[in-house]
């Protein structure tokens, strides 16, 4: 796996580093979540979409929140890039 390295700047803000940003398919005005793993990882992973077009899909008693959504979703693709990027 190679990896590649980027500076954060005073103000917080850093540069996804150019092969990042081709292997995720991002683009200039794409967003991106992070969460951070129990052990410590954190996790980058594009929003390419929104996820209201998926609304109606699942059938549920509970009524999830756009962000609950968001989350799960994000979490559910963390865990399958991951599975993707080991040797």
Known sequence: MKMDTSTITSKGQTT???EVRKRLQLKAGDKVRFF???DGKA???PLKSSVRRLK???KS???FTDEEIKTAI???VAQK???SLRP
């Open 74 to 76: 994000g979490k559910h």
């Open 16 to 18: 996804i580093p150019v």
């Open 61 to 63: 008693d509970k009524n």
């Open 81 to 83: 890039n991951r599975k």
């Open 36 to 38: 951070i793993e129990e």
């Open 43 to 45: 996790v980058i992973v």
């Open 56 to 58: 109606g899909m699942l």
